[in-house]
């Protein structure tokens, strides 16, 4: 179930993720609207260690729920791109039709090597997912 009936509760719950996820040093993301109906979000989650996600979403406002439409999230290690989440569709690629249109590419060959990500969604917040996978980074890192 959708959890955001209006962009103003967006908003509330990115503006908020500080307070909820201690692991977040530093955010620069903003809700912008762009007229009733449409919003963008933008921006960038900072962790310790060196790790970091920038992010672009965009939002629209359909039967009063928030949908996401489109997004595109990079993770950071310092100035290395580690993995990056998007919805562009790949319909010819069997191996991401558990999730389609939802992927995940990594590395070694971040451009081309894609995996599916059944923990993006449209209907729901995916910055959840993502700030616990940094999280889990920042762990290791941080016992060394």
């Known amino acids: 179930m959708n959890p955001f009936q209006s962009f103003r509760e967006y908003e509330e719950f990115v503006y908020t993720l500080r307070e909820r996820f201690p692991a977040i040093e530093r955010s620069t993301l903003v809700v912008i609207p762009r007229g009733k109906r449409v919003a963008i979000v933008q921006g960038e989650l900072i962790f310790a260690g060196g790790y970091r996600i920038t992010l672009k979403e965009r939002l629209s406002l359909d039967a009063d729920l928030v949908v996401i439409e489109s997004y595109g999230y990079a993770v950071w290690h310092n100035a290395n791109k580690i993995a990056w989440y998007d919805s562009q569709p790949h319909p010819d690629d069997p191996r991401l039709q558990s999730t389609h249109p939802h992927h995940k590419h ?34 290791p890192s941080a016992s060394k």
């Not at 990594?106 to 616990?132: G, Y």
């Open 106 to 139: 990594i590395l070694p060959d971040i451009k081309h090597r894609r995996v599916p990500a059944p923990e993006m969604s449209f209907t729901q917040p995916n910055l959840i997912a993502l700030i616990r996978k940094v999280e889990t980074l920042i762990v």
